[in-house]
C-alpha cells in the first residue's frame, strides 16, 4: 500500500485542510500492515468532525476504502464496513424493513466515525444499536460484543490507536412506511435545526453537563460572533457557518473568542467536539 500526497481539502466535509500522506486501506491484510507500521496516525472517516490545518499533517491519515465499504443483511442484523456511508446503511436498512438508525439520517458520517464519535440525533445514539464491533490496533485484529460495549456521550466503544474495520448493529423488524415518514420527519427538523449542508459544521462543543452549549453561547452574547469569513450559525449557536479563503483558520480563532467568552462570563471552559487536526495559533 502506498501512500500518496494529497489535500485533505477535498476529502474533509468542512472544505479545510492542506497536505498530508494518504494511505488507502482496501482489505484486512492491507489495514494489519498499517497498524502494524504505524502507532501515530489519523483516521479520515468522511471528513464531517474534523478541521484541519491549512499546514496540513505531520503524520499520515488513513482512509479505508475497498472491502470496508460494504454491507450486508442477514435477519435483523446489518454488518457494515467501517467505511461505508452511514446514509447507506440506513437507506438498506430501510429497505429491509430494520428499524432503528432513522433518528441519525442526515448526520453525514462514514460508519467508523459515527461508532468512534458515539454520534446521535433526537435521543438516539449508534452505541445503542451495536452487537459488535470490530478494530485493529498496532497489527492485530479485536473484537468486543455488545456486553462488553461502554459508550457515553459522544465517546465510542473503541479510542485511538485503533481503527475501527467492521460493525454489526441490532435492527428491530418495522414496516418500511413508517420507517421512511422517521427519515423524513428527522430530515425536516435537521433543517429546521440549522444543520444544514456544505455551508454548516455539526455541534462544535460538548454541551457541558446537561447544558446545550448553543445555549450558554447565545446567553453570553457570542450568537453574533465572527472571525474572518467564519460565523455563528443564526439557526443554531453551536454550529459554524463556514466560508472563505481559510475556513480551518477562521474556525480556530472563533472557537477560541467564543470560549474565551463563555470562560470569562460564566466560568465554564467549554472543551470542542470537532477536531482540529494540525497546527493552529496559540492554545488558550
Ligand atoms: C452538517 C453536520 C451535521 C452533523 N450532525 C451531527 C449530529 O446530529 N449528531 C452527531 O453526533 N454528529 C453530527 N455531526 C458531526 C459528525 O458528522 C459526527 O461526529 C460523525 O460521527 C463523524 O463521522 P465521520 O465519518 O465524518 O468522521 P471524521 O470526521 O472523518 O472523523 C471523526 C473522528 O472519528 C475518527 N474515525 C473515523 N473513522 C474511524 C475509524 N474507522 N476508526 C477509528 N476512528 C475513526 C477520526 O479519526 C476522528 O477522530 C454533524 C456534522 C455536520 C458537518
Excluded at 488507502?24 to 502494524?36: C, G, V
Excluded at 462544535?204 to 446537561?210: E, L, Q, V
Aim: with cysteine; charged share 25%; glycine share 12%.
Amino acid at each position: 500500500m502506498k501512500a500518496v500526497f494529497e489535500n485533505l481539502g477535498a476529502l474533509t466535509y468542512l472544505a479545510s485542510g492542506g497536505p498530508a500522506h494518504v494511505f488507502r486501506a482496501r482489505n484486512s491484510r492491507e489495514l494489519e500492515n498499517f497498524t502494524r507500521d504505524f502507532d501515530n496516525y489519523r483516521v479520515l472517516g468522511n471528513g464531517s468532525n474534523v478541521i484541519v490545518s491549512s499546514a496540513g499533517l505531520s503524520e499520515p491519515a488513513l482512509i479505508l476504502d475497498g472491502d470496508f465499504k460494504r454491507v450486508s443483511v442477514r435477519g435483523n442484523d446489518v454488518t457494515a464496513g467501517a467505511g461505508a456511508l452511514l446514509k447507506d446503511v440506513i437507506k438498506i436498512s430501510a429497505a429491509a424493513g430494520l428499524s432503528g438508525l432513522e433518528d441519525l439520517a442526515g448526520i453525514p458520517a462514514s460508519v467508523g466515525g459515527a461508532v468512534f464519535k458515539n454520534a446521535g440525533a433526537f435521543g438516539s445514539s449508534i452505541g445503542d444499536l451495536l452487537k459488535r464491533v470490530k478494530f485493529y490496533r498496532a497489527g492485530k485484529e479485536y473484537g468486543i460484543s455488545a456486553a462488553l460495549i461502554r459508550t457515553s456521550y459522544r465517546k465510542g466503544p473503541v479510542q485511538i490507536p485503533a481503527v475501527i474495520s467492521e460493525v454489526c448493529f441490532s435492527l428491530r423488524k418495522k414496516s418500511k412506511d413508517k420507517i421512511i415518514e422517521r427519515i423524513k420527519e428527522v430530515t425536516a427538523m435537521r433543517k429546521k435545526k440549522g444543520f444544514i449542508y456544505r455551508k454548516g459544521s455539526g455541534c462544535i462543543f460538548r454541551n457541558p453537563d446537561a447544558r446545550p452549549a448553543g445555549k450558554l453561547i447565545e446567553e453570553c452574547g457570542c450568537a453574533r460572533f465572527r472571525a474572518g469569513a467564519v460565523s455563528v450559525s443564526p439557526l443554531h449557536a453551536n454550529v459554524f457557518v463556514l466560508g472563505g479563503a481559510n475556513p480551518a483558520g477562521d474556525a480556530y480563532e472563533l472557537m477560541k473568542k467564543i470560549r474565551l467568552r463563555v470562560y470569562k462570563e460564566k466560568g465554564i471552559y467549554l472543551e470542542p467536539l470537532v477536531e482540529f487536526w494540525g497546527r493552529f495559533g496559540k492554545q488558550i
